[in-house]
């Protein structure tokens, strides 16, 4: 059986080792993290559906960078991944 080249990275504050090559949503897939973001008029969470980039249910903040489709960016070494939350309102 080959090897397969890892990265390490950072979802939500806890340490990962993934297979190199992947998109941030597939991570998701690969280490049954559940959801991306939450839905910005309702807060329902969201998870990667087309994984194509068209529908934007994968939107993330990655390496401190918010509203990242994350199926359309592959993971480097360590990068800094997190789920996002709903925009709040304007006070």
């Known amino acids: 059986m080959q090897n397969t080249p890892t990265v390490h990275i950072t979802f939500d504050g806890q340490a990962m080792e993934v297979p190199a090559g992947i998109?941030?949503?597939?991570v998701l897939g690969h280490?049954?993290?559940?959801?991306t973001c939450e839905h910005p008029v309702d807060g329902s969470p969201r998870a990667p559906y087309c994984l194509m980039g068209v529908c934007f249910e994968c939107l993330m903040e990655?390496?401190?960078?918010?509203?990242?489709?994350?199926c359309l960016v592959p993971v480097r070494e360590g990068?800094?991944?997190?789920?996002?939350?709903?925009?709040?309102?304007?006070?």
Do not use: C, F, W
């Open 62 to 70: 990655i390496d401190g960078e918010p509203n990242v489709q994350s």
């Open 23 to 26: 998109s941030v949503a597939a």
């Open 31 to 35: 280490a049954h993290a559940g959801h």
């Open 79 to 91: 990068m800094d991944i997190k789920r996002q939350a709903r925009p709040t309102e304007a006070e």
